[in-house]
């Protein structure tokens, strides 16, 4: 597949309307996430091991296709932020949400059951970061603090260099990583997904995509059959090297290059997709400033303890219930998350803390200066 920019082509520059097929992507990689919780964290993939290696297939690739979310995301990160002006106060923002969400559930969850909210996850809910009271989120304060050096970085490259980049990004943290973990382990350190270098290296390829649109000419349905073929094919090896009795770990890392890759095309795919209807574009817009607020609420400890005692109890139904039943949890946990955050953002504009946030900002910045000349004196 081919790139679609000239060889002198310039950067892209950012759009004055946000992308609403990045957007729709952004929902649907909550919506994988949302699956994943669903499947593993609460027990509900154990009902599939007992019906046979086939149910047991199905339900361990459902549980690897919803790792891709994690990925996704950060591809959008770097697809989004680059090469646009670096704004702190667009984080500091993101921080307020993630304390005021995060403390405000801890206090309902006292108001319900008293006692039930720990004294450690008080001090982890008003210090998110250093905390790691959300794991993504303090990785991503790590690639937001880089992202600035990263844009200039990929922008100052011609497209010879860009497309070197980006596949050896892509050889070492993706192809590199899944063969250490078959031979020897986590060679560079990445966690299998679950770190802030794993982030910035999918920082860096969002950002090289959206640079030279590499993969724009490529008919869309060689890169939906990339996207699917790899999934497949990440399964069905998976599952003979299961047969075969060995580890399938390396084929559920979130780093695995037969899902990094298929997340690479459908970010390319939503780049490129346009969505018609003045409803379905009022639906996007209005569902995917939220997406990151329903991450962090339906992980948060008040919620996801009462969520695991609510779903337990499908451990044992039969398959073919599940299947029905998956997309109704996913809904559950989705809504209920979508509106209180939507409550929070509704609080957020009539404070105006994004004005807020930018004079904190505009005054570091004074204060910045003022003891850069003092020293500089």
């Known amino acids: 597949m081919r790139s679609a920019s000239k060889p002198n082509a310039a950067p892209l520059s950012a759009r004055a309307e946000r992308n609403l097929g990045v957007d729709a992507l952004r929902i649907l990689a909550i919506a994988l996430i949302v699956m994943l919780h669903t499947l593993n964290q609460t027990g509900l993939i154990h009902c599939y091991r007992a019906d ?12 690897r296709i919803g790792g891709m979310g994690v990925t996704i995301f950060a591809l959008i990160s770097g697809y989004v932020l680059y090469p646009g002006r670096w704004r702190p106060e667009r984080f500091l923002a993101l ?3 993630v304390v005021l969400l995060s403390l405000s559930l801890c206090v309902i969850g006292e108001l319900i059951q008293p006692g039930s909210v720990e004294p450690e996850f008080w001090i982890r809910s008003a210090f998110p970061v250093t905390q790691r009271c959300f794991w993504y989120f303090s990785c991503y304060s790590f690639v937001f603090l880089l992202s600035p050096i990263v844009n ?7 497209r010879k260099q860009t497309l070197g980049l980006f596949w050896g990004v892509l050889g070492l943290s993706s192809g590199g990583s ?3 973990y078959v031979y020897y382990g986590d060679t560079f350190a990445l966690a299998g997904g679950f770190s802030a270098m794993w982030l910035v290296c999918m920082y860096v390829v969002g950002a090289c995509v959206r640079k030279e649109r590499i993969f724009f000419r490529a008919a869309r349905w060689k890169l939906r059959l990339c996207a699917v073929g790899l999934i497949v094919l990440n399964g069905l090896i998976a599952w003979r090297v299961q047969l075969a009795g060995m580890s399938v770990a390396p084929f559920s890392k979130y780093s695995t290059p037969f899902l990094v890759l298929p997340s690479v095309a459908l970010l390319v795919l939503a780049a490129r997709l346009e969505i018609r209807g003045r409803a379905a574009r009022a639906l996007v817009r209005g569902i995917a400033p939220l997406c990151f607020g329903v991450y962090v609420i339906h992980v948060h400890h008040t919620v996801w303890s009462r969520l695991e005692l609510c ?3 499908f451990k044992h139904a039969p398959t073919w219930q599940l299947l029905v039943l998956i997309p109704g949890f996913m809904l559950l946990i989705f809504l209920p ?6 409550l929070r953002l509704r609080l957020f504009r009539l404070l105006r803390l994004d004005r807020f946030c930018a004079r904190i ?3 570091l910045r004074r204060l910045w200066d003022r003891l850069c000349r003092t020293f500089a004196d």
């Not at 200039?152 to 011609?158: C, E, I, S």
Request: proline share 3%; hydrophobic share 50%; glycine share 14%.
């Open 337 to 342: 998350s979508a509106l209180y955050d939507w």
């Open 152 to 158: 200039r970085g990929v922008a100052a490259l011609d």
């Open 95 to 97: 921080w307020l949400q």
């Open 52 to 63: 046979g290696p086939v149910m047991q297939q199905l339900g361990e690739n459902l549980v």
């Open 361 to 363: 900002v505009r005054g």
């Open 178 to 180: 899944f063969l250490g």
């Open 311 to 313: 779903l337990i109890s």
